[in-house]
């Protein structure tokens, strides 16, 4: 699944969920801009290891409708936050250790702000947005997390 949106004259200036690599880089001057003094990243990598126990790997999936819930959080973190810019991507398909699973960040004025229009969108990404984690653990068993109960 990949449609990323970008744009120059508005807040929301890339959103995308993709099973290629994911590039710090990208998503930084996705939200770069002279009025910005403040930038905050937020990165999200695949740990070995989860409540006690070993991680081999992670397999994400995404509803069809992921990207328009990103979209959904997106605009309202915008219009809520003073943010210049703001960015998020998020992977799917199968990740080892030290993958990146998401990176998000917002510009700002100031770095207040930024940080704090940054913990929302983290937050409300990984609360609202239909992306569920299978974690494959070292002895064997398996989780799935983020699924609808």
Known sequence: M??????????????????APLDVAEV???????AA????VFVGAVRDHDHGQGVVRLEYSAHPTALDRLA????????????????AVHRVGVLGIGDLAVVSAVSAAHRDQAFAASR???????????????QVFTDGTEEWVGTPD
């Not at 959904?72 to 960015?87: P, R, Y």
């Not at 969108?121 to 947005?129: G, P, Q």
């Open 72 to 87: 959904e959080v997106a605009a309202e973190v915008a219009a809520e936050f003073d943010a210049i810019a703001l960015a």
């Open 120 to 134: 929302a969108l983290i937050d409300r990404l990984k609360e609202r947005v239909p992306i569920w984690k299978h």
């Open 28 to 34: 930084i001057a996705a939200v770069s801009d002279p």
């Open 37 to 40: 003094g403040g930038l905050n």
């Open 2 to 19: 990949t449609s990323a949106s970008t744009g120059t004259g508005n807040v929301v200036r890339l959103l995308d969920v993709r099973d």
